[in-house]
């Protein structure tokens, strides 16, 4: 999992909607810390909070993972 690559998604996305840190933390019910160390890569998020994310950013899960997904990978 590129866990820097998700937060940098995260944080260009939330960016572009123009919600801050608090305005997510607040809602997603966690503090505003939190979101800046996944932001940064240096906490990971359980799947459930990326599944948040993607609903209140009004993306895909797919979009905000994209990156760790090797071009290796059979699929199986």
């Given at each position: 999992?590129?866990?820097?690559?998700?937060?940098?998604?995260i944080r260009q996305t939330r960016?572009?909607?123009?919600?801050?840190?608090?305005?997510?933390?607040?809602?997603?019910?966690?503090?505003?810390?939190?979101?800046?160390?996944?932001?940064?890569?240096?906490?990971?998020?359980?799947?459930?909070?990326?599944?948040?994310?993607?609903?209140?950013?009004?993306?895909?899960?797919?979009?905000?993972?994209?990156?760790?997904?090797?071009?290796?990978?059979?699929?199986?």
């Open positions: 999992m590129d866990y820097i690559a998700l937060g940098r998604r960016q572009e909607h123009h919600y801050t840190q608090i305005q997510i933390a607040e809602e997603l019910h966690f503090s505003e810390k939190h979101l800046g160390n996944i932001e940064r890569g240096h906490a990971r998020p359980s799947l459930e909070l990326v599944v948040c994310f993607a609903n209140m950013l009004h993306v895909s899960t797919d979009y905000l993972l994209q990156d760790s997904l090797s071009a290796d990978d059979s699929g199986t």
